[in-house]
């Protein structure tokens, strides 16, 4: 069920009500709201209000979800690779072309619509919203929820280069105290960070056949058991004609920083490859 305009714009109203943070260092001084708990910028709220009321999961719908700079991007293209391996082969995904952001909607962005890549093929849908945020149509259904998490130590970092790199602010201009003292506040996107994962790890303790954990820095160390236990919990085991053949280590080739930071350099047009590295990595 869409969004009709006058809805949009009794939201639109709504989000001005709600308590505001300006980042006193960052260019531009952009608005964050606070919404259930959680700090987001206008636009977002606007879909994520929209989807609370409107969507509609399917029982075979995935979902990725992760809080931002924790490894989204790399799960993403490892689960559209994982559910997509019967209808594109390595030579012909969409993955050799697209960004993983372009395959994976996410629920507050037109899910529903684009949430087939054809006729046949049903792709993971992505959110960086905490689980008590996620719509009650999702929290109350049997899809399945994967979430991502990151030592916070490097999720901090990144979220502070990240809001320099997209508001143009030089590092020498921008006082990491600051950006340290704010996230440790919880006043960042999506944040805060610790409420974050606490609800994705009490949604996994109780129900775990729903929710699975994976941690970023274990998925870096052993990916094969990793891609294997994802495959798995999805509802898309790998056979064992499959790990004969190593479609595993295939697709975790497929899915490398590596080559995904080849093709981000492509699309945006990013110079230095160890940013580019960075953006698929910790996104």
Same mark, same amino acid.
């Given at each position: 069920?869409?969004?009709?305009?006058?809805?949009?714009?009794?939201?639109?109203?709504?989000?001005?009500?709600?308590?505001?943070?300006?980042?006193?260092?960052?260019?531009?001084?952009?608005?964050?709201?606070?919404?259930? @708990? /959680?700090?987001?910028? =206008?636009?977002?709220?606007?879909?994520?209000?929209? %989807?609370?009321?409107? &969507?509609?999961?399917?029982? *075979?719908?995935?979902?990725?979800?992760?809080?931002?700079?924790?490894?989204?991007?790399?799960?993403?293209?490892?689960?559209?690779?994982?559910?997509?391996?019967?209808?594109?082969?390595?030579?012909?995904?969409?993955?050799?072309?697209?960004?993983?952001?372009?395959?994976?909607?996410?629920?507050?962005?037109?899910?529903?619509?684009?949430?087939?890549?054809?006729?046949?093929?049903?792709?993971?849908?992505?959110?960086?919203?905490?689980?008590?945020?996620?719509?009650?149509?999702?929290?109350?259904?049997?899809?399945?929820?994967?979430?991502?998490?990151?030592?916070?130590?490097?999720?901090?970092?990144?979220?502070?280069?990240?809001?320099? @790199? /997209?508001?143009?602010? =030089?590092?020498?201009?921008?006082?990491?105290?600051? %950006?340290?003292?704010? &996230?440790?506040?919880?006043? *960042?996107?999506?944040?805060?960070?610790?409420?974050?994962?606490?609800?994705?790890?009490?949604?996994?303790?109780?129900?775990?056949?729903?929710?699975?954990?994976?941690?970023?820095?274990?998925?870096?160390?052993?990916?094969?058991?990793?891609?294997?236990?994802?495959?798995?919990?999805?509802?898309?085991?790998?056979?064992?004609?499959?790990?004969?053949?190593?479609?595993?280590?295939?697709?975790?080739?497929?899915?490398?920083?590596?080559?995904?930071?080849?093709?981000?350099?492509?699309?945006?047009?990013?110079?230095?490859?160890?940013?580019?590295?960075?953006?698929?990595?910790?996104?």
């Amino acid at each position: 069920m869409e969004t009709t305009k006058t809805q949009i714009r009794d939201i639109e109203e709504m989000i001005k009500t709600f308590p505001q943070y300006t980042h006193s260092w960052v260019k531009g001084r952009e608005i964050m709201y606070n919404y259930q @708990g /959680i700090w987001c910028h =206008p636009k977002l709220l606007q879909g994520i209000i929209s %989807a609370q009321q409107t &969507f509609k999961p399917q029982p *075979s719908d995935v979902f990725l979800c992760s809080h931002p700079k924790s490894g989204t991007t790399w799960l993403k293209a490892i689960a559209f690779a994982i559910i997509t391996r019967q209808n594109f082969h390595e030579s012909n995904t969409p993955l050799l072309t697209n960004l993983p952001r372009n395959l994976i909607p996410s629920f507050q962005k037109n899910s529903e619509q684009n949430r087939h890549i054809d006729n046949s093929c049903i792709t993971p849908i992505a959110t960086h919203l905490p689980y008590n945020l996620l719509p009650e149509s999702i929290r109350a259904s049997n899809c399945k929820i994967v979430y991502i998490y990151r030592n916070i130590k490097d999720v901090i970092v990144s979220y502070y280069h990240f809001l320099c @790199g /997209i508001h143009k602010v =030089p590092i020498e201009d921008a006082p990491f105290e600051e %950006a340290f003292d704010e &996230f440790c506040r919880g006043i *960042s996107v999506f944040g805060p960070y610790w409420d974050h994962l606490l609800g994705f790890a009490k949604a996994s303790l109780e129900r775990p056949d729903i929710t699975l954990l994976l941690k970023y820095e274990d998925m870096i160390k052993d990916p094969t058991s990793n891609v294997k236990r994802l495959a798995e919990f999805i509802g898309y085991p790998f056979t064992t004609q499959e790990e004969k053949e190593g479609v595993i280590e295939r697709i975790i080739k497929m899915c490398s920083f590596e080559n995904l930071s080849k093709l981000e350099v492509n699309k945006s047009g990013i110079q230095n490859g160890e940013s580019a590295r960075a953006l698929v990595s910790e996104n």
